[in-house]
């Protein structure tokens, strides 16, 4: 059983900044692809930003690219997602997820992630 636990979420103005941060039990991380996806009020769950388990290849939302940035450090089980330039509408519920065999295929499908953490609230202010 792998277990996610997601921080670094809360209240920002627009244009700001926020590093979230997604630690993985001990075991089989480095073998796992990570992501996020977010869900907002009334949506449906999207995907985010997703990692190979090696770091060598990063996807991301065509809503994010060029303002977030998906990195992970296998040392300490912990993959990060730094958002900068903050909108209105990336207020939501943001999970971290893992996929046992995520590829390019895979990365953006909610239903191929295999563990999924409780979620942190990003609250984006205008």
């Known amino acids: 059983q792998v277990q996610l636990i997601e921080s670094g979420g809360g209240l920002v103005q627009a244009g700001g900044s926020l590093r979230l941060s997604c630690a993985a039990s001990?075991?089989?991380?480095?073998?796992?692809?990570m992501g996020w996806f977010r869900q907002a009020p009334g949506k449906e769950r999207e995907f985010v930003a997703g990692i190979t388990w090696s770091g060598s290849s990063t996807y991301y939302a065509d809503s994010v690219k060029g303002r977030f940035t998906l990195s992970r450090d296998n040392t300490k089980n912990t993959m990060y997602l730094q958002m900068n330039t903050l909108k209105p509408e990336d207020t939501a519920v943001y999970y971290c997820a893992a996929n046992r065999y995520g590829n390019s295929a895979t990365m953006r499908k909610t239903d191929k992630y295999d563990y999924w953490g409780q979620g942190t609230q990003v609250t984006v202010s205008s």
């Open positions: 001990e075991g089989t991380f480095r073998t796992y692809a």
